[in-house]
Each structure stands twice: as structure tokens, then as C-alpha cells.
């Protein structure tokens, strides 16, 4: 009895071993060697003539990312699924100083962002498409060029006071009360 436990309990370990020295096997050839990581040129965004643009989900972004060059165009894409308001904000100062955004709403003309702050596209259907593009200022002496923007479906709150339900728009950065920072409200 004895040794038919150690053979079982012996197999059992063997089978283990090889089962995590394939897994570790295989983890190893799957990944990327040296030779195979992009160079910094790589890296770089496009130009403007070929920039693809980064498609975002259905929620609220905050982008912070990095123009590397005066020449660098990045772009987003959000599609309005449910016919909701659009929030596009620049909190920061920098704007319109060293980057600029314009953006475009389904396959319009580009219009320039004019101010800081929070702007809200309005009147938008189910399927429409607000693309927004971050290119550096003319004139701009440095080679890369920090940014920050807040992109997509406007944030709002449901309520229910004594049965009168409502639609609440939320400004973007309004923090109090501290509930409203995380839209947290269920029916």
C-alpha cells in the first residue's frame, strides 16, 4: 500500500514539474527579444498625413500623453452610442501656449478649441462621431510637448426625489460634494 502511494505521489509530482517547465517554456518564446522592441524612432507619432487615430470606448477619458516632436499629430476618436452629450476639456493651463486641439463632429470641418476648459457638443444621434486631434502651437521651441484632455461621454446623474425623477449634467472637475466626483448613484 505504502509504495503504490509513493509511485502515485510520485507521478503526480513528475506531471507537475513538466507541466510548469512547459508553461515556463512557452512564456519565454513568446516574448519579445531585444532585436525585436521598436526603436525610439519607431515610437514616434506621425505626421499629420497619416496619423491613425486611437478609438475610445463609451465612458469618460483623461488622456495625459507626450507630443514628441513640433511635427506630431495625435488622435482620438469617440462614437456617441446612446445619443449622450460630449465633454471635451484642456484643465490645464499650458493650453492653447505650447499644444492646441481642434476638433471635428461626423466628418465635418475641424474647429479649434478657443478656450481652457470644458466645452460640451450637444445634439449629437446614436452613432455620430466627434474625432479631436493635439498638434503643437506654431512657434513651439520644445521637442516634446506634455498635454492633458478630458474626452467623452459627458458625465451626468439620475435621481429620484419623491418620485420626480431627473437628469442632472455634472460640470467637469466639480468635486463637492465628494459623491459627485465618482457618479456612484444606482436607482
Known amino acids: 500500500m505504502k509504495n503504490k502511494k509513493n509511485k502515485a505521489g510520485r507521478a503526480f509530482v513528475s506531471g507537475l514539474l513538466l507541466a510548469m517547465s512547459c508553461h515556463a517554456t512557452a512564456q519565454v518564446e513568446g516574448a519579445p527579444t531585444a532585436s525585436e522592441q521598436p526603436t525610439p524612432k519607431e515610437q514616434t507619432a506621425p505626421d499629420t498625413g497619416n496619423s ?6 463609451d465612458k469618460i477619458h483623461q488622456i495625459n500623453k507626450i507630443l514628441e ?11 456617441v452610442v446612446r445619443g449622450q452629450n460630449v465633454l471635451i476639456a484642456t484643465p490645464y493651463h499650458q493650453y492653447n501656449q505650447t499644444w492646441r486641439l481642434e476638433y471635428q463632429v461626423n466628418g465635418g470641418e475641424w474647429q479649434a478649441k478657443r478656450h481652457n476648459g470644458a466645452e460640451k457638443i450637444s445634439g449629437l444621434n446614436a452613432g455620430s462621431q466627434v474625432n479631436i486631434r493635439i498638434l503643437a502651437t506654431e512657434g513651439a521651441r520644445s521637442d516634446s510637448v506634455d498635454y492633458s484632455v478630458v474626452f467623452g461621454s459627458y458625465p451626468h446623474m439620475r435621481y429620484d426625489l419623491h418620485n420626480e425623477e431627473g437628469f442632472l449634467p455634472i ?10 466626483a465618482t457618479q456612484a448613484f444606482t436607482k
Request: aromatic share 12%.
Open 69 to 79: 516632436s513640433t511635427t506630431a499629430v495625435h488622435q482620438y476618436e469617440f462614437s
Open 52 to 57: 491613425v487615430p486611437v478609438v475610445l470606448t
Open 171 to 180: 460640470p467637469h472637475g466639480r468635486t463637492t460634494p465628494a459623491f459627485l
